[in-house]
């Protein structure tokens, strides 16, 4: 059974940096893509990036390019979503998600990320 | 981008009666070389993460009920539920994976009646 186990609950200010992990299980961790899907308050799904731990190789939804950076370690199958300088519009609940290249297969549970003054 | 508009926003059925949510794409999402649409559902029940209903347009995920079903082609796509049950109350999404970025439609609630 696939799993993904995301890292708990955050507060921060603005400007701070965050780092997120979803740890994955029941399956190759090099095999498919990991990817975060962003849910503000009260809002509908936004696709934020895609790595693939194989090769590393990354996609990013270009509204968040640059703002967010993708990892991940396959030593530990780990994923990882990384921010230097978070804004009060990043709160929202970040998931991580498993896909073959196409639909989302599996969600973690979501990691609250709240940020305020 | 390709833009993915739900109908309705919101809809009240009553328990085993059916319910239709509707999703358009501002182009489509049918890929000539393999004549599949690349267009998947999810369901988020409260306070849960979504999940996979349907993708491929009309391929029910394994162990979800029969009473789910997804029609559609091109850039018209309708999700159809039958017998209505409670558990059922959720906001349901389409999402486009035929190209990058992939994006979702808004969502529609779906509440007992």
């Known amino acids: ?117 | 981008d390709i833009v993915m508009t739900q109908s309705p926003d919101s809809l009240a059925v009553s328990l085993g009666e059916w319910a239709t949510i509707n999703c358009k794409s501002n182009q489509s999402v049918l890929y000539s070389s393999n004549n599949l649409n690349y267009l998947a559902w999810y369901r988020q029940k409260p306070g849960q993460p979504p999940e996979v209903l349907i993708y491929w347009a009309s391929v029910r995920e394994s162990g979800v009920p029969d009473r789910f079903s997804g029609s559609g082609s091109g850039t018209d796509f309708t999700l159809t539920i039958n017998n209505l049950q409670a558990e059922d109350v959720a906001v349901y999404y389409c999402q486009q994976y035929l190209t990058t970025p992939q994006t979702f439609g808004q969502g529609t609630r779906l509440e007992i009646k």
Not at chain 1, 11 to 32: D, H, N, Q, R, V
Not at chain 1, 66 to 94: C, E, F, H, I
Request: aromatic share 16%.
């Open chain 1, 1 to 117: 059974e696939i799993q993904l186990v995301q890292s708990g609950a955050e507060m921060k200010k603005p400007g701070e940096s965050l780092k997120i992990s979803c740890k994955a299980s029941g399956y190759l961790f090099t095999s498919k893509w990991v990817g975060w899907v962003r849910q503000r308050p009260g809002k509908g799904l936004e696709w934020m990036g895609f790595i693939y731990p194989r090769d590393f190789d990354t996609r990013y939804n270009p509204s968040f390019r640059g703002q967010v950076t993708l990892s991940a370690d396959y030593s530990t199958n780990t994923a990882y979503l990384q921010w230097n300088t978070l804004q009060a519009s990043d709160t929202g609940v970040y998931y991580c998600v498993v896909s073959g290249g196409h639909w989302f297969e599996h969600w973690g549970q979501g990691t609250p990320v709240t940020v305020s003054s």
